[in-house]
């Protein structure tokens, strides 16, 4: 049987693999490429950079273009089938990971190079992929003795099955929730296209009449904003907010534990205090101590503004419904009934004006005038499901840049939220510029019979958000792929998706794609002034509660949790400082909390405040010269956005801004600047 994983492809083949092909196609790769190190240490020749540490560098690639294939199948268009696959193969790509850094003789090489390095003449990039080579091997136990190096395969085994399993279980607890609804009383304050978009989705699942009511976002969010049935909105908050919860055979409780426990043992086996640590040395914020230091210094900041808004909110509460005690399930829906009174403004006004293709358009238009890259949709790139749309991307000369796959809207096999990936990366080699294939996977609002899919505003700040990650990839333009697009730091990868959110507020851009979907009516004046102004609404709640994930991240990661029993308990403590709601026992947010329990944000959650530092900041000098401005759009492409990995984050932002970023421009941003 041929597979054509193993056959050497470009674009990915989508729709000649089957489930089968994953397994054998792991295990070839993984063979191929123990052939290709083992050539690097027979090597009898004197180990150099080129021998060693770029022989390395570009060993495994097949096995580097599967694993992308395939476990980004496993986010966006999943089955029981491919999570069985990935429970058997993780296991085994860890086990594989660690045959390279623990194997003594290639780490005797790459040290050998290392040592040298001082007299070798290496370039920039070419020095930091030599240390980071030398820090991948050192960070993860090459140095070690035997026995520990054993334990250290045993602990990473157990972790990605667990991080996988944590994963399965929150798309499980998503997908099993449904709130039937039969009754017009039931849906009362939602919007007719959320009302018909309900009932589209109560149709798919068999149900004759009535409204469907999920936890997938684009369900759950409207509901909790313009559902008038306070009972309805407590159980779908409750149900939310407690998936994993529920001691049942999707509890998550247990894994929590165990993932926070082997990573600490983990952290403490490699010479490191704990977790945090371990993953912050890596980090521009160097130390758990300055991570508490950030977060503390915002928190000082934003907890009044963040009081005094909650004591708005609740005021207004009890004047419009005699609300004696605010809970959670009343703070979207009482917010936006609040920011209507203040600022005339809901998203239904809006949402006429975000046609989702319209918006697409719009984002490519901002890339165009600021980074000089067209958009050319095409149909003959194979995807993994039909919605799927596919674009090649080129420069101003005609020179191909990038593929560019889009996914947005929700299904049973796709996990929540948005993220950007990619199924092949950018490097330079023989003479070549490889170019690389990016996605963006998201879950907006689909189309219904009468409309097309119309977003939120939230909806296109998120679609510019993930589009920044994507142009981090697509304009890379580095030698070695582990040092290209979004292989950077990870408190600075969020800085080219937060910055492009701004444009999302700015007339010149919105006049560019926000258009009525009907009349073509470009946004009117009055409503670009409503959404600036409305911009920092309540945004001291917004900042506490991004705080409060920070510091729970750090809790779990940054001290010893070995003693920890109860999850619950645990997160409580955390969130002691920065609460304004009362607590709700049923619920725990620890247990859905997927990007640091399975994706790679453990330690790390801090990064979207610290990244936002950046943004603001570097907004505010596009804002001085004019948002389009070539001069630093063009500063903003070559040293940031193509530099990828290659130089320290802070040495690359300064010679884009020319000094390193205040604080000061995101807390007057947020209008958290207290002026004396």
């Known amino acids: 049987m041929q597979n054509p994983l193993l056959e050497s492809f470009d674009l990915a083949p989508f729709s000649k693999i089957k489930n089968e092909h994953f397994k054998p196609a792991f295990l070839r790769a993984m063979e191929d490429a123990r052939v290709e190190i083992n050539a690097i240490t027979a090597n009898q020749e004197a180990p150099s950079f080129a021998n060693t540490v770029e022989a390395l560098e570009f060993a495994g690639h097949q096995l580097d273009r599967i694993s992308s294939v395939f476990f980004n199948l496993n986010s966006a268009e999943t089955n029981d089938e491919i999570q069985k696959i990935a429970q058997e193969v993780s296991p085994l790509l860890s086990e594989f990971s660690n045959d390279i850094t623990l194997n003594t003789e290639l780490f005797a090489r790459i040290k050998s190079v290392h040592q040298q390095k001082d007299t070798l003449q290496l370039n920039t990039e070419q020095q930091t992929l030599l240390d980071k080579k030398y820090k991948s091997f050192s960070r993860n136990g090459a140095n070690l003795p035997e026995e520990k190096k054993k334990r250290l395969r045993e602990i990473d085994a157990e972790l990605s099955k667990l991080k996988l399993k944590f994963g399965e279980n929150v798309l499980a607890e998503t997908n099993k929730y449904e709130m039937h609804l039969t009754e017009a009383s039931d849906v009362e304050g939602l919007p007719e296209g959320e009302k018909e978009a309900a009932a589209q989705r109560a149709k798919a699942k068999g ?111 009890k004047d419009a419904d005699g609300i004696d005690q605010l809970e959670k399930w009343d703070g979207s829906y009482y917010s936006e009934k609040l920011k209507q009174q203040l600022f005339s403004l809901d998203d239904e006004q809006l949402k006429p004006y975000f046609k989702l293709e319209n918006v697409i358009d719009g984002v490519f238009a901002v890339a165009e005038r600021l980074f000089g890259i067209q958009f050319e949709q095409v149909f003959d790139i194979d995807t993994y499901h039909e919605e799927v749309k596919t674009y090649r991307i080129y420069d101003k000369e005609k020179n191909f840049v990038a593929v560019f796959y889009a996914d947005f809207h929700p299904r049973p096999g796709k996990r929540g939220g948005a993220w950007m990936t990619s199924f092949k990366s950018q490097w330079k080699k023989d003479g070549e510029n490889i170019r690389p294939h990016i996605s963006n996977v998201c879950n907006f609002t689909p189309s219904t019979p009468s409309k097309p899919s119309l977003l939120t505003f939230n909806e296109v700040t998120t679609l510019f958000h993930e589009f920044g990650h994507g142009l981090h990839g697509m304009l890379a333009n580095t030698i070695y792929p582990s040092l290209s697009g979004t292989s950077v730091y990870w408190d600075f990868v969020e800085l080219p998706s937060q910055v492009m959110e701004n444009w999302c507020y700015e007339k010149d851009a919105l006049e560019l794609f926000a258009k009525h979907y009907e009349t073509g009516e470009i946004i009117p004046m009055e409503l670009i002034q409503k959404i600036k102004d409305s911009a920092t ?64 944000y453990s330690s790390g959650y801090y990064s979207y405040k610290w990244a936002e ?64």
């Open 207 to 317: 149900k004759e009449n009535g409204w469907m009511i999920t936890l997938d976002y684009p369900s759950y969010v409207p509901f909790m904003k313009y559902a008038k049935n306070r009972t309805l909105r407590k159980e779908l908050s409750l149900a939310f907010g407690s998936k994993g919860f529920h001691n049942d055979e999707f509890d998550n409780q247990k894994n929590v534990l165990q993932i926070a426990q082997l990573r600490y043992e983990r952290a403490q086996l490699l010479g490191y205090k704990t977790h945090a640590h371990f993953v912050l040395e890596e980090r521009m914020a160097e130390t758990p101590e300055k991570v508490h230091g950030f977060l503390s210094e915002l928190l000082e900041k934003a907890k009044p503004a963040a009081e005094r808004e909650f004591r708005q909110l609740e005021s207004f509460a």
């Open 537 to 600: 609404f309540q945004e001291g709640m917004a900042t506490l509660r991004q705080l409060s994930f920070g510091l729970l991240d750090m809790s779990w990661h940054g001290t010893n949790p070995t003693g920890i029993t109860d999850v619950k308990a645990r997160e409580s403590k955390a969130f002691e400082g920065t609460n304004l709601y009362p607590d709700t026992p049923e619920t725990c947010m620890s247990t859905a909390f997927s990007h640091i329990f399975q994706g790679g």
């Open 613 to 676: 530092v950046l943004d603001a900041d570097a907004f505010a000098y596009f804002k001085e010269k004019g948002i389009f401005d070539q001069e630093v759009a063009t500063k903003f492409k070559e040293h940031v956005l193509s530099k990828g990995g290659t130089e320290n984050p802070m040495v690359l932002y300064k010679r884009f801004r020319g000094a390193e970023p205040k604080v000061e421009a995101l807390l007057e941003r947020a209008g958290l600047l207290i002026t004396e």
